[in-house]
């Protein structure tokens, strides 16, 4: 176990505190929070180490500095940044630069256009720090960098020590004879990607295809230069983030000292996990410098408790070490997907001793479960559906993209704060974009104590990659450590090994135009090309080192069983809606695949957001700053979100009422994709929506946005992903009712139907018996608008249903038969009222008529609802819970409620 973090107590969902995965003991454990045997077991190997030949580790995060690289024409033009400042590792030159005082804010306003210069020019870090001469009389010191974004020369004492190439892998160097006892100099020198690799690719035949080119004339049109280089796609500009290029050491730096032997992994390989038993193989990889006997033991503790102990005799051989040891527990308890059982870990403690002292010891958690990613052949075509424990998983999430612009300012509360608010919304998948980074340990150990299945892609976003072998050489290295260092967490169901690369290839214009212009021998060699690298190095890769997870080459595709993006075969990415034509949101129920991996629409962030990076004459939709903040489309993406609300809800009154529609309009559209996936159970047996969050504030498909709050959508996630669902659908003038559950149990329950005016007098009450079946979804009513308005007039009614469980309502869902922009609403009288209530504060809200899609919010103050953006009805209050650090006071006078009622100009009510 962690002997630097404790154990989270079982009462809490785990977040505070938590332990990398995998821990190599290099030095006596500070703090201990275990059962007496662990505890008595630290104490001892605390007492041996001083005589045994554990690695030990000295932190070179602290005490560098930064300057632009002396000579270059950079220092000329930004003299402010010539001298020495400050700098933060991890970090980045960006963060570093901020921090300096030497730049503003690089998301306030349009400060990206003047910033870009950043990532143009060449950096240089250094760093001052003592070795002992007890360091340097180890037999092996090396220099370990577990990240450098991305070009870096490193000389140690004046040597050069490495050249890096590659963001994403971890370089570890021998030191020992660069050292010497005392002060000694560590130098790192950046590059720009752009400014290396542009001259290079202007001499070239061609560019291969990339994703989005830079709007700020640094690389030519169709000459982007993030194709050739091992970095963060999305941080070259995406069409929802800025193009910020970074540099920087953007993780942990420190020198690891060692004698004979060393631990380098610990894994525990689940070759069989059943409800009786789970046969392991704990394996580990040791260095050794000389051949000789030694014993390797296992320890391991399970979540109510009981322990276990295995050990055996190996022998070394000078060089590379691997060892397996088996394990078998009885009756394990398993891991679960959040909703449907606990997220049970175990922790494993290895030791190897030598002459019986330890002479390394580390620790690894993880949870026992199986996974499966299905593929049966059935009447719709083949199937995609996720499968955990022999249990069938509806995958209900979204995407998600890095945290921010800088991964090295993401902290840890972040993190918990976006993972906590998935799970509340009911999601139990995320699926980790390929065009971003590989988050955290932190990050998956979140995952794993919240039940959040994570699909994790290889960093790969859209663009084509070169087709040569030194090219896939760095990316099978890269591959391979990930894969090592993730491959503990449950929480991983699958690796992907790209984002929209084959199914770009096959059907994009400018793709397909590129083809046809390099002619038929290139383009098999470019074709070949990215066969090798997802067919077969990353899949050898995970087949290798994590054969018990599922490998899946692109995203959309068939795993190269065919075409890409097919709706009746894997996963499919459907942008009809928002993209290309635009069409409108009813065109969801136009698409039935096996799996929709990608779909969304845009909205704003919240106004307490957009009042953060723009100023008061800011806030119009054209204006330069938020055209700036809006990347779909070279800014022109707020006249379609614009074109959505107007098709959907009328003329917005004023910027404010724009913010607030673009939501509602995202929120209720997904909706209908979501009520329409989720019905079609089997056929279809995943949801995940672009997009959970965002790197910056602005417009995009996120649900939360960069500081944090939740959008409407959000808000309906958690109804729409709850485990029982009514989903009325209309369409043609006809409704299927559709009842959902993703209860394991069936469930016999009640369906109340009632038709009611704006008023709330009810045209119809009655209620029926329902039955849910496990894991399904059951047509329960087909109702025609005749039938259910009896004459009454469309455009002031309402259809309400409420699936009831002994008589409470666990959903409901309403629908109306005209569009938003016909509904004669009335002003719905709205009163709100905050009050305390046992320590904490409720909000009751009522409504005198129909008040469609409520929203609450209180300004600049930040608070957190157990609901928001939905619709009451008249003389039915909703009582909700308000969690904030502002006083009841501070509520009461910011609060503020609205509604669609005066949020649309009136005669000005649709829009083609």
Not at 481 to 497: F, K, M, N, T, Y
Request: charged residues 25%; hydrophobic residues 40%; aromatic residues 10%.
């Amino acid at each position: 176990m962690d002997s630097t973090c404790p154990i989270p107590d079982a009462s809490s969902d785990g977040l505070d505190g938590l332990p990398p995965a995998f821990i190599r003991h290099a030095a006596p454990p500070r703090r201990c929070r275990m059962p007496v045997a662990w505890l008595l077991a630290c104490v001892a190997w605390a007492i041996g180490n001083a005589a045994c030949a554990a690695t030990a580790t000295q932190a070179l995060d602290a005490g560098w500095r930064f300057r632009l690289l002396p000579g270059t024409d950079a220092v000329r033009a930004h003299p402010e940044a010539a001298g020495w400042h400050a700098a933060a590792v991890p970090g980045s030159v960006h963060t570093d630069l901020l921090a300096a005082g030497a730049i503003p804010d690089p998301f306030r306003r349009d400060n990206e256009a003047r910033l870009q210069w950043i990532g143009l020019a060449d950096w240089q870090y250094r760093l001052s720090f003592d070795v002992d001469a007890a360091t340097l009389r180890r037999d092996h010191v090396e220099l370990v960098f577990d990240g450098l974004d991305t070009f870096a020369d490193v000389a140690l004492n004046g040597r050069s020590l490495l050249a890096a190439d590659n963001m994403f892998r971890r370089w570890r160097v021998p030191a020992k004879e660069y050292l010497h006892a005392g002060r000694n100099t560590l130098e790192v020198t950046l590059h720009s990607p752009v400014a290396r690799l542009l001259p290079w690719l202007l001499k070239q035949p061609y560019a291969l295809p990339g994703e989005f080119d830079s709007a700020f004339g640094d690389e030519p049109k169709g000459r982007q230069t993030a194709n050739y280089v091992r970095k963060a796609n999305y941080q070259y500009g995406w069409d929802w983030g800025p193009r910020y290029v970074t540099a920087g050491i953007w993780q942990p730096v420190r020198l690891e000292s060692w004698d004979a032997l060393r631990l380098a992994d610990f894994h525990i390989a689940q070759a069989r996990v059943e409800a009786q038993a789970a046969d392991l193989r704990a394996q580990v990889a040791v260095r050794s410098d000389r051949a000789g006997k030694a014993q390797w033991q296992v320890d391991w503790r399970a979540p109510d408790g009981r322990t276990g102990h295995a050990s055996r005799e190996i022998e070394l051989r000078a060089g590379e070490n691997a060892f397996e040891l088996p394990i078998r527990i009885d009756r394990p308890q398993r891991w679960w997907p959040t909703g449907y059982g606990a997220q049970n870990l175990y922790d494993f403690h290895a030791t190897v001793l030598v002459d019986g002292k330890p002479v390394e010891q580390a620790d690894r958690r993880t949870g026992l479960r199986k996974v499966e990613l299905r593929r049966d052949r059935d009447r719709w075509g083949r199937g995609f559906a996720f499968a955990v424990n022999g249990v069938p998983i509806f995958a209900k999430g979204a995407n998600l993209i890095p945290f921010d612009s800088f991964p090295s300012r993401v902290g840890e509360a972040q993190m918990r704060r976006v993972l906590r608010s998935a799970r509340d919304a009911n999601m139990n998948m995320l699926r980790v974009w390929g065009g971003g980074i590989y988050p955290s340990d932190a990050f998956y150990a979140m995952a794993d104590r919240l039940g959040l299945m994570i699909w994790q892609d290889f960093m790969f976003g859209g663009a084509i990659p070169p087709a040569d072998a030194a090219f896939r050489d760095n990316v099978r290295q890269e591959a391979t450590e990930q894969v090592i260092r993730l491959r503990d967490h449950p929480s991983l169901v699958l690796w992907c090994g790209n984002n929209e690369v084959q199914t770009g290839w096959e059907s994009w214009p400018d793709r397909k135009a590129f083809a046809r212009s390099v002619g038929p021998t290139e383009r098999r060699r470019i074709e070949d090309g990215m066969r090798e690298l997802f067919d077969h190095t990353l899949r050898d890769a995970v087949r290798e080192h994590s054969p018990q997870v599922p490998y899946w080459a692109s995203s959309p595709s068939t795993d190269y069983e065919g075409p890409a993006n097919v709706p009746d075969d894997g996963d499919v990415h459907f942008w009809d809606v928002w993209s290309g034509a635009a069409r409108p949101v009813e065109a969801y129920l136009d698409s039935t695949p096996r799996f929709q991996s990608e779909y969304g629409l845009q909205s704003f962030p919240a106004m307490a957001t957009i009042r953060r990076f723009a100023d008061a004459g800011d806030l119009t939709i054209d204006s330069p700053v938020m055209r700036a903040h809006q990347k779909y489309d070279g800014g022109n993406g707020n006249e379609r979100v614009l074109r959505y609300v107007r098709r959907g809800y009328g003329e917005p009154k004023d910027f404010e009422s724009f913010v607030y529609l673009s939501q509602v309009m995202q929120a209720e559209g997904i909706e209908l994709a979501v009520d329409h996936l989720r019905s079609a159970r089997p056929r279809t047996m995943g949801s995940l929506y672009w997009q959970l969050n965002d790197v910056w504030p602005g417009a995009s498909w996120s649900s939360i946005d960069h500081d944090g709050r939740w959008k409407a959508l959000q808000f309906h996630a958690r109804h729409f992903y709850a485990p029982l669902r009514v989903a009325p659908i209309r369409r043609d003038g006809r409704t299927a009712v559709f009842l959902i559950s993703d209860r394991t149990a069936p469930l016999d329950a009640q369906l109340r139907i009632r038709v009611l005016d704006m008023d709330g007098h009810a045209r119809i009450d009655r209620t029926r018996p329902a039955h849910l079946p496990a894991l399904s979804s059951t047509e329960a009513a087909a109702l025609d608008d005749a039938a259910l308005l009896r004459g009454a007039d469309p455009r002031r009614s309402m259809a309400v249903f409420d699936l009831l469980d002994h008589g409470k309502p666990v959903a409901r869902h309403l629908i109306y038969f005209v569009p938003s922009t016909q509904l004669a609403l009335a002003d719905p009288g709205l009163h709100a009222e905050l009050a305390a209530d046992g320590g904490g504060i409720t909000l009751t809200v009522s409504a005198r008529h129909l008040a469609r899609q409520v929203w609450i919010d209180f300004g600049e103050l930040d608070a957190d609802l157990s609901d928001n953006a939905f619709d009451l009805l008249p003389g039915e209050p909703a009582v909700l819970r308000v969690d904030s650090r502002a006083g009841l006071d501070a509520l009461r006078k910011a609060l503020h409620v609205r509604s669609l009622w005066g949020a649309t100009i009136p005669g000005r009510a649709s829009a083609p």
